[in-house]
């Protein structure tokens, strides 16, 4: 396992004692950004084999919650992990093969902290999803179409 260096300093920081289960668990997000579960827990048993399914969500939730990751869901997907923690950036989403990118906030005067009216909350982070279709899937040609009824 190639651990950089401030992986065990993100982990301090965030008042979390440095385990190999949690080093693994970074690095494979790192390696694979905006993962699914079962993609994490691939990676990580790549260096730790006997790593239990239940020891990987619990570090994927103690991670998110104490924001070393991010954890998100965009409308009909599976929850996936990201480290870039700390902006306010967005994702955006193909329709087709669901890949996801990372957009950075919309450019003006912090326009995606600004709601029309707050209701009295303090605003702090706003998420926006963006569908499309990504240039791969654009690109592709299109999957003829089968006539009903005929028979290949």
Known sequence: MNVPSDFPAQLR???????????????????????????????????LPAVSRQAVY???NVLATTGV?????????????EA??????HHIVCRSCGVIADVDCAVGEVPCL???????FVIDEAEVIYWGICPDCAAAPA???QISGSQP
């Open 13 to 47: 920081a965030a008042q979390l004692r440095v385990t190999q289960p949690r080093l693994a668990v970074l690095e494979a997000v790192h390696a694979h950004p905006h993962a699914d579960t079962e993609t994490v827990l691939t990676a990580v048993r790549e260096h």
């Open 58 to 60: 619990d570090v994927l």
């Open 69 to 81: 990751l991010r954890r998100i869901q965009p409308s009909g997907s599976l929850a996936r992990y």
């Open 84 to 89: 870039r923690v700390g902006d306010n950036h």
């Open 114 to 120: 600004t709601a029309a009216d707050d209701l009295g």
């Open 143 to 145: 999957a003829p179409a």
